[in-house]
C-alpha cells in the first residue's frame, strides 16, 4: 500500500504498512549483513598483516551470525558470537602475537603464478557450486516443527546424544592434546 | 523478485556460502604462513555450516537437525583450531619460522 494516501499525521501506520516497513527494513539490513560478510571475508584471505586478517575473520562471523539469525536461529547466531568471535578469534590473534612476529616475511602470496592460480581454482569452485545451487530445483518438504531451542535441547540429549557426548570426549582430548603439543620443548 | 526480500530465497544463501567457500579455498592455496592457512580453513567451515543452515531453513521437514549438525560442526572448528595453533607453535619454536615454504624437511 502507499503510506502517502492515508490521511492525518499518524494514518499512515496501519498494520499492514507496518509490515512492510517492517519486511523492507529487514531486507535492508539482511543486504548490510551478506556486504559485512563478503568484506570480513576478502579482508580475512587477502590481508597482508595477519592481525587484520584475523580482524576481517571476526567481522566476517558477525555477519554469518547475522545470516543465521535471518535462517531462524538465533540460538545459533549467540553459539556463532559465543564461540567464533570470541574464543577462535582470539585463539588464533594469541597465536599470531606468539608465534608469527609482525617482521617475519612478507604473508601474500608465494611466487608470481601462485596469485593468479589461486584465483582461477577458487573461482572456478565458487562458479561450479553457483551454478549447480542456480540450476537445481530443491524438494520442499512440509515442517514438522518450527525447531525451537527447547526442542534442540531435548533431541541432543535423545537422538543425538551419543553424538554430543562423542564431541564432548573429541573436546577434551584436542584441549589435552593441543596443551601437550604446545609445551613439548618449552623447558629448553 | 525485489532486491528487498533476497533473505527469504534458499539461492541467496547458497551462492553466499559458494562465495565464502571459493575465499577460503583462495586463503588456502596463497597464504604463506600456517596461522593465514588456518584463517582460511574457518572461512571454510563457515561456509559449510551456512549450507546447513539454509537447507535445514529452506527444506527440511526437521528443522532442529541442521541446527544441531551446525553445532557440532562449531565443536569441531574449535577443537580443529587448538590442536592447529599448538602444532604452529611448536613448529616456531623447533624452527622459528611459521612459514610454509621453510618447512620442507619431509620433501624428499
Known sequence: ??????????????????AGYADAAAGIVFLIMLAITVIGGIIACNAERLV???AGLALCFLGVAA???????PFLAM???LIYIGAVCITIAFAIMLAA??????????????GPLGLVTAGLVTI??????VNTTFEVLPKINMGEVKLIGIKLLTTYSMVFELVSIVLLIAIIGSLIIARHGRSK | MSIL??????????????????????GLVTRRTLVGMLIASELILAAASINFMAFNRFTAPDPTVGQIFALFIMAIAAAEAAIGLSITIAVYRNYKTVDTEDIVDLKG
Not at chain 2, 547458497?14 to 567457500?21: H, K, N, P, T
Open chain 1, 1 to 18: 500500500m502507499n503510506p502517502t494516501e492515508a490521511s492525518g499525521i499518524l494514518g499512515f501506520i496501519t498494520a499492514d504498512g507496518l
Open chain 1, 52 to 54: 587484520r586478517a584475523v
Open chain 1, 67 to 73: 545470516i543465521y539469525y535471518y535462517l531462524n536461529s
Open chain 1, 79 to 81: 553459539m556463532q558470537m
Open chain 1, 101 to 114: 612476529p609482525e617482521d617475519s616475511k612478507k604473508t601474500g602470496p608465494s611466487g608470481a603464478l601462485s
Open chain 1, 128 to 133: 561450479g557450486m553457483i551454478g549447480l545451487a
Open chain 2, 5 to 26: 526480500s533476497l533473505h527469504n530465497n534458499l539461492t541467496t544463501y547458497l551462492i553466499l556460502a559458494a562465495v565464502l567457500f571459493g575465499m577460503g579455498i583462495y
